[in-house]
């Protein structure tokens, strides 16, 4: 079957599908959709109408939702309806009200407590809040991947320059990431004070088992802290179970917030260990200029400042409650479907090798693979003309190429990006 023919079909059904409380391409009111207890992995109705939600084009396929994830109407509409009230009275639209409903019911979906979660723009803003805030100084080791995006890398070299930490670097094991709690162990010596990790690492998508490297950073007193901005809106997880120190994500990747949001968790004990260093109108509980005397918030607030965008966050929580109607557990399981109908198909290609963990348990929706007689940037070049939006991967030398698939993503997309792959080389 042909691309446009796979698209065709996929607008055909969304023409005509209707489910109790979904709507078809619309964006009117869609925050107020009644819960949707249905959402089975492999129902494929249900999933075609969910996609009706988001204004995604049906054009192309969109899969790079590890770069930016697309927002339903559900956000839109939240942040557009927030913005056009406030520009009426011109207002800042500030409430503690809409502060901690939104902190709330990420939470309840990051497993946390509200106070323990600051507003951030993006993942990027609460990796240099951990990295500059944490007591660090020159000779602390602080131990990190090979396979870190930039934003978990430029911080901490800046950090690097400026102090004198020293930082300790492991690869990744491909086949296993247990692996990876030996790895790190060999790496620990009296100086080291931190780890920074990813939870799933951006190159291949491989999850980390962070529980397991708390309980050694744990027993070696050593700091953990964690890049979630691959994990948080994909996997289903709970924060205090996990035991890391902090961690950071965006809003705009899984979590389908609006671009420009991020959430910045720092577990309750840690608040007046990692110092809020950017702070002003919103970071204090009472201060006094004359008597020099200044009490942080008692919450994660601290690590906010001055005036920002609330339709934003107004729509980060349109996101999460979008999210949670689904279930985040429903939003993983699809995930995996389509991901493993990926992972799968790749691996019955000629040529094409994968760079993604075998184990089910250690993959995330995140799939890379290499191609043995093309370049990635080859392959990339003719998957674009199927209309297939990817990632190239040259982080950590995996030079591969990489494939996400959300909830709006479907088989017949995953379809077409095995026929493009297929058919990449002519020889
Ligand atoms: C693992 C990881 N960390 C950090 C980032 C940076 O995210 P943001 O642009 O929200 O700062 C990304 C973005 O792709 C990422 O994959």
């Known amino acids: 079957m042909k691309r446009s023919d796979f698209f065709k079909t996929v607008l055909g059904t969304l023409a005509f599908a209707s489910l109790p409380g979904f709507k078809s391409k619309s964006s009117e ?22 996609r009706a939600q988001f204004p995604l084009t049906d054009e192309r396929a969109y899969m790079n939702t590890g770069g930016l994830g697309a927002s339903p109407y559900a956000v839109i509409d939240a942040v557009k309806a927030k913005m056009d009230e406030l520009e009426r009275v011109s207002e800042t639209g500030r409430t503690d009200e809409i502060w901690k409903d939104v902190k709330t019911a990420a939470g309840q979906l990051l497993g946390c407590d509200a106070g323990e979660l600051a507003f951030t723009r993006n993942a990027t803003e609460g990796i240099n809040i951990v990295c500059n805030g944490l007591p660090l100084k020159s000779g602390d080791e602080v131990i990190t991947t090979t396979h870190e995006h930039v934003g978990n890398t430029v911080p901490w070299l800046g950090l690097l320059q400026r102090t004198g930490i020293v930082i300790k ?87 389908l917030g609006p671009k420009e949001t991020g959430l910045l968790y720092v577990r309750k004990d840690m608040l007046d260990v990692l110092q809020a260093k950017f702070i002003g109108a919103y970071s204090d509980n009472g201060f006094n200029l004359a008597k020099g005397t200044l009490a942080l918030h008692p919450t994660a607030q601290r690590y906010e400042f001055g005036t920002v965008n609330a339709p934003l966050r107004v729509g980060l929580g349109a996101a999460i409650k979008f999210i949670q109607r689904i279930g985040m557990e429903n939003v993983w399981r699809r995930d995996q479907v389509l991901s493993t ?20 348990n250690e993959r995330s929706a995140l799939i890379t693979f290499k191609h043995e007689k093309l370049s990635f940037q080859e392959v990339q070049t003719h998957l674009d003309t199927y209309k297939l939006r990817t990632r190239g991967v040259g982080e950590g030398g995996v030079n591969g190429l990489r494939i996400s698939t959300h909830i709006y993503n479907t088989p017949e997309e995953v379809d077409c990006v095995l026929e493009a792959v297929r058919t990449a080389w002519k020889g």
């Open 29 to 50: 009111d869609a925050v107020a959709l009644p819960a949707w207890p249905t959402a089975n992995p492999d129902d494929e109705q249900f999933w075609r109408v969910l």
């Open 169 to 255: 670097l492991f690869e990744p094991s491909a086949q296993s990431a247990r692996e990876n709690v030996g790895r790190i162990e060999k790496l620990i010596t009296g100086k080291t004070r931190l780890i920074s990790i990813p939870h799933a690492t951006t190159t291949t998508g491989q999850v980390l088992p962070i529980k397991a490297i708390s309980e050694l950073a744990k027993r070696k007193n050593i700091w953990l802290f964690v890049d979630g901005a691959q994990t948080a809106g994909m996997l289903s997880f709970n924060l205090h179970d996990l035991g890391c120190d902090a961690y950071a994500t965006s809003g705009h990747k899984w979590m």
């Open 341 to 360: 109908k990926l992972f799968n198909g790749l691996r019955e290609i000629p040529y094409v090798q994968l760079l993604s963990p075998e184990s089910q």
